[in-house]
């Protein structure tokens, strides 16, 4: 049975599962949830993801929602299949270190960042105006959080050290869309070199243009 993935091609959250499936050369089905329709709060939709987000996976029968659990079940599951994106299991350290950058994602980036997003894309795409002081104060959190970024890529090719993991992976929705609305904290090599050629490798990924390129063809 294909892997299923219930989301749509233009949700952050559900590109961050469709990255790492394509890194991994896992196929998959994406079945579009009715964002709009109010089918997130339907109880058949709410008894697969209990929060009512996409996206949630089906894979022959397992379902499991948030979509960083889903990148490293996918990632582990698949190990052998494409680009390795986990630590050695059997190396503690290195598994220490990823998870410390998938927190330091999920604490440290996305909540940030998601807070211009909602500004700059989401308020816009419902003709609404940003509230210029919320952007102000993203913005200056971003970018000192960034510094903390530089300090870890001035010794590291990635975040976790000398291979890309899923931890890398999970800022690309979010940090291309900061880019897409002006906010060019990640690609500024004159600020941040180590932030810049990080975020450069990454986004230049075939996998993720091609993401980018399937959400803006849908």
Not at 78 to 103: H, I, N, R, W
Request: hydrophobic fraction near 40%; proline fraction near 6%.
């Amino acid at each position: 049975m294909t892997l299923k993935v219930y989301g749509l091609p233009q949700s952050s959250a559900t590109q961050r599962v469709l990255v790492v499936l394509k890194e991994k050369n896992v196929p998959y089905e994406l079945v579009p949830v009715d964002f709009f329709g109010g089918e997130l709060k339907s109880l058949a939709f709410l008894a697969k993801s209990p929060f009512g987000l996409i996206p949630y996976i089906d894979d022959d029968g397992f379902i499991l929602c948030e979509s960083l659990a889903i990148c490293k079940y996918i990632a582990a599951k698949y190990a052998g299949s494409g680009t390795p994106l986990l630590p050695d299991q059997s190396d503690v350290k290195a598994v220490a270190l990823f998870e410390e950058a998938c927190s330091v994602e999920e604490s440290n980036f996305q909540p940030i960042a998601t807070g211009i997003v909602v500004e700059k894309y989401f308020k816009a795409f419902r003709g609404l105006q940003p509230d210029d002081k919320v952007v102000e104060e993203c913005i200056s959190k971003l970018n000192e959080k960034l510094g903390g970024y530089e300090a870890i890529l001035k010794k590291r090719r990635f975040l976790t050290g000398d291979n890309m993991t899923v931890a890398d992976l999970a800022h690309l929705p979010t940090g291309t869309i900061i880019g897409d609305v002006g906010v060019k904290l990640l690609g500024d090599p004159d600020k941040r070199p180590n932030v810049a050629r990080w975020w450069k490798e990454i986004s230049s990924l075939p996998s993720w243009l091609t993401v980018v390129a399937e959400a803006k063809a849908a």
